[in-house]
């Protein structure tokens, strides 16, 4: 990897504390509201802090029942940890629902609307993850098999609640895995911190940009890329080549690689940041990038048959 790789990635993750909606898709307003309105789906609260109630906006296979165990994937999404929706993955919900996976779509406690840092999103997607484990039985859900995704920001916490250990929330039953069977994730802010091979140059970017104010906490202590271990889920990441956090990503992805981990790094030549996004190019992203996450999640032997994204109604609920 090239220095101005390097550079770029550091300088990158600064950025996305400034531009924080940068991975919203150009989209109606339907789809940028908050509170956020998602028809189809059954609303649970996952966590109350405060006078805040989080919840999870879940999307059940067609004639799901309690009896059931199906597999789950939980959505976190992006904002530069500032702002955003649970909306922006409703449609990736819709779709994986209708193949068989329960998929939720999470709100967490951003800077803009509750005064957090991002140490306090991790918190929050760890959370989430546990909620759906413990309520597993009730919900239909397999607990062995529950993947966590997102993009951008709500990329970076995903990932989180598969490498760092701490951050759990102490009031929470610690007995129950906080940790996701799989990761799906669309550019996430993968590297928080310099990294081996980075430059003097990049080291004092990230030391000295937004990034460590907006953390919370040293960023290193919630950077996933430095907290790759043997047992990483398997985990599949999406990136435009002209992103420039995919040099953290490649990092990760090395590192997952060195401890006997599955992590495919999937890249989509002159692409940039929130590339994925439905109703961005055409859509033609957004598609590859679902059929590529279904294929993955087939691979795991959560689905069966062939990806059904060129037939499913996306027009449907809207």
Not at 227 to 256: C, K, N, S
Not at 292 to 313: C, I, K, N
């Amino acid at each position: 990897m090239n220095q101005s790789r390097i550079i770029g990635s550091l300088v990158a993750i600064a950025a996305i504390v400034g531009v924080a909606s940068a991975q919203e898709p150009k989209a109606t307003a339907k789809r940028a509201q908050y509170p956020p309105r998602l028809d189809g789906a059954k609303a649970e609260v996952y966590k109350i802090v405060g006078d805040v109630k989080l919840k999870l906006y879940i999307y059940e296979p067609p004639g799901h029942k309690a009896t059931d165990k199906s597999p789950a994937i939980v959505f976190f999404f992006g904002g530069g940890w500032t702002n955003g929706t649970p909306q922006q993955f409703e449609q990736q919900c819709r779709y994986l629902a209708s193949r068989g996976i329960v998929s939720m779509t999470a709100d967490y406690r951003v800077a803009s609307r509750h005064q957090v840092k991002a140490v306090d999103c991790v918190r929050d997607a760890k959370s989430a993850v546990r909620w759906v484990r413990a309520n597993a039985a009730r919900l239909g859900i397999d607990p062995d098999r529950i993947a966590a995704g997102g993009g951008s920001a709500g990329g970076h916490i995903a990932a989180c609640t598969a490498t760092i250990a701490e951050f759990d929330e102490p009031s929470e039953n610690q007995s129950i895995s906080s940790k996701p069977n799989a990761l799906v994730l669309f550019n996430p802010a993968a590297a928080l911190a310099s990294y081996e091979g980075a430059s003097d140059a990049a080291r004092r970017q990230v030391e000295s940009s937004q990034i460590v104010e907006r953390a919370g906490i040293d960023p290193k202590s919630i950077s996933p890329a430095h907290h790759v271990t043997p047992g990483l889920p398997p985990t599949i990441m999406f990136f435009g080549t002209d992103d420039t956090l995919l040099g953290g990503a490649e990092y990760l992805a090395r590192r997952a690689k060195e401890a006997g981990g599955r992590c495919e790094l999937v890249t989509y030549p002159g692409e940039q940041h929130g590339f994925f996004n439905f109703g961005r190019g055409g859509n033609r992203a957004f598609l590859d990038t679902l059929r590529r996450s279904d294929e993955f999640l087939a691979s795991l032997g959560w689905l069966s048959g062939q990806p059904t994204v060129d037939r499913f109604d996306w027009k449907a609920d809207r």
